[in-house]
């Protein structure tokens, strides 16, 4: 049996400040929220994207903006549309007749927070754009490789209940997604104190940095010191080989399924306060980075099935192992 590891305070400590004041600020402008917000704070430190699936007027534009202030990172905002181009979100090799050369214009994927603003409106050819980037943190233009700026994340967003227009995301791209989540609706309380927040001006336009964005990539590296003992390796593998072999799914989650539940897994346990891993953490950020990489047999689709309710059967079915 695995031995429990000891605590090691420092580092955990420090990612839960800068995680508890990133928090904070950021609810100064999206209420209610905090479960949302701690999930692209687990992205951010995992050097993972997020997909914000979710209905008009939820929050998405102003969560995403709300975690860059609150960093000072770099931002931008991509509006996706069917006109867009591959070099339009890249960048472009411009001659220059001064100097007989040709010069490479930076895209807006060269920033710390990309925003792909309805990531589906865009065409495939453009989509595609991304997963260099996505995928390796780099982009290649006219045969020359330019590396991306460190911390380099993209917050994607979609219409879920809108198809008139758009072009559905490939299991290629989808996989490379850490993470899909749903901000979801305010409940009444929050709802109503957000009117109020909102009856003079818009908080995002008050809101300050509260942390040094240039120290994630320092978090990033000590949450991949977060321990993982072996039972905790082998719950994670059992649970991405189960959806492989499951009856409803024509597509089960990929080696990096695997590794996209490992790193959350680190980086909830250091929210948490923990060097190590357990298994709430890996069923806590199973349901957001499982469900967007499986795929249903026709048959289920057309008996209402989702992907998600395949990962709740799962959690319930594999066997838990203890941490002693």
């Known amino acids: 049996m695995a031995t429990k590891p000891e605590i090691s305070d420092s580092p955990v400590i420090e990612i839960q ?7 904070d600020n950021v609810e100064n402008v999206i209420v209610g929220k905090r479960p949302a ?10 050097e993972g994207h997020v997909l914000i699936e979710d209905a008009p007027g939820t929050g998405k534009t102003m969560l995403a903006r709300a975690v860059a202030i609150s960093t000072g990172l770099d931002f931008k905002r991509l509006q996706c549309t069917p006109d867009l181009l591959p070099n339009d979100v890249t960048g472009v090799s ?16 060269f920033c710390n ?6 990531i589906n409106r865009a065409t495939p050819r453009t989509q595609s754009a ?3 980037a996505m995928g390796e943190g780099q982009v290649t233009v006219d045969g020359i490789t330019y590396s991306l700026p460190k911390p380099f994340m993209v917050l994607a967003t979609q219409n ?5 227009g758009t072009f559905p995301l490939p299991e290629a791209q989808m996989d490379r997604f850490l993470m899909r989540l749903q901000i979801g609706y305010p409940d009444f309380a929050y709802e109503d104190a957000m009117m109020q927040m909102q009856q003079l001006a818009h908080p995002i336009d008050s809101l300050k940095q509260v942390m040094d964005g240039q120290r994630i990539p320092q978090l990033q590296r000590q949450v991949r010191q977060i321990h993982v003992v072996e039972s905790m390796r082998s719950y994670i593998l059992n649970l991405v080989h189960a959806t492989r072999d499951h009856p409803a799914l024509a597509l089960g989650a990929s080696p990096r399924g695997s590794l996209a539940l490992f790193h959350a897994a680190q980086a909830h346990a250091a929210l948490r306060g923990r060097d190590f891993v357990i298994p709430d953490d890996i069923k806590h950020v199973a349901v957001v980075c499982l469900p967007h990489r499986l795929l249903l047999n026709p ?7 989702t992907t998600a309710e395949v990962v709740q059967e799962l959690l319930k079915q594999v066997e838990v192992p203890l941490l002693s």
Do not use: H, M, W, Y
Request: aromatic share 10%.
């Open 17 to 23: 400040d800068f995680s508890n004041a990133i928090c």
């Open 37 to 46: 917000i701690e999930l692209i704070l687990i992205a951010l430190l995992c």
């Open 94 to 109: 411009v001659f220059n007749q001064k100097k007989r050369e040709f010069e490479f214009r930076p895209g807006p994927t």
């Open 113 to 118: 927070i990309l925003l792909a603003d309805e």
């Open 130 to 132: 991304l997963l260099e």
């Open 160 to 164: 879920p209940i809108e198809f008139e």
């Open 299 to 305: 048959e289920n689709i057309l008996s209402g099935e």
